[in-house]
């Protein structure tokens, strides 16, 4: 192999190099010009500004949506926990009410000053027990009495009578249950005061769980219309996380987008300078940014001698072998004349030959 060919390859690669390192420099010129131009609120109207502005636009928006659509994924999580513990805080609540209207409602019937209140419910009351008086006395009547003796059948159809009357004995009980609560519910001490501490101080107990309650159920109310507020919202919107990771995509197209901006800014800043036309900028540059230039400069320098060496040695060997191409040519020109001189002789040869030949056969015609 053609040493100088090994000298270009080693060359190429040293040009790849030099050139990976000029595209950082020009890229760093023009990140450093375009931030310092941006921070400092410079007024140009330089086109890579414009668009290096609109980028840094773009990505503040997208992280700041990115941000919202998060904050409503975490705060629905706690929307849906908060639901969740206060849904079964009101079950409990409203179970521990039941309880304590039912107690309420007996302490309430069972106060003589509160019969203008407790009057209604007292009819009823009495109603029920001469009910269950009259069910626990017909459940008497089918207990045999001592001595007596029944037949099977007649056992058989006590029993049934028997769970007849006390299913409806539990019935009647729990009607009285109900009718406690009832009283318990309807009951309020601002309207029906009492000098009972006991009555008044569960009345008071009862009141307090009311309006814990209420404001219960308003609180999940009010989280139940936020929760439906933020679904509506992702509804709309598509999956939260597919969206976030839209959006993160985008930011990262948009940045390589600004990367590639620096590197075509800082390129035409450069050549504006070593054109003497930075006025283009509307803006002089800093002692950093003229540092940088310096060694762009010097970077192009050594590519393009790089370059320089390459093309001389490529000339060089194209040289040499068109040298040897035409050193081929003129031997096979040589020996195309050296066969047609061979040729010629030959011809020249078979020609006298004819001649002779012919001279003999006019000396031979003379004899016939």
Known sequence: ??????????LEDEKQSKTEGLLRLEANLGEMLLQRLHQDGESTRWEHLTEYQRLLLEIADAKEYIK???ADAQRLKVVEAAIDKNENLLAEQSKKLVELHATLGGEILAEPDLISYSQPYQIELEAILAKIQELETKLDGLTDKEGEKSSLFSRIGKNVQGLALRSSLGKNQDQIRKLCTTAGENFTLAANPTGNEKLSALATEVEELRSQKIMLADEITALKAERCKISETFSKEGNPSRHIKALEKCIAQIHDGIH?????????????????????LETSLS???????????????????????ITSLKAAIAIDEANEEIARHRKSIQDQRRRISESELAIADFETRILEAERRITELGKLL
Do not use: C, P, S, W
Not at 260 to 280: C, I, Q, S
Not at 287 to 309: G, N, P, S
């Open 1 to 10: 192999m053609d040493e100088r060919k090994k000298n270009i390859k080693e």
């Open 260 to 280: 590639a901006l620096y590197a075509k800014a800082g390129r035409e800043t450069a050549d504006a300078a070593f054109g003497d036309k930075l006025e283009v």
């Open 68 to 70: 919202r659509i998060d």
């Open 287 to 309: 002692d950093d940014e003229t540092a940088l230039i310096d060694k762009i400069a010097l970077a192009r320098e050594k590519v393009q001698d790089i370059e320089t060496h």
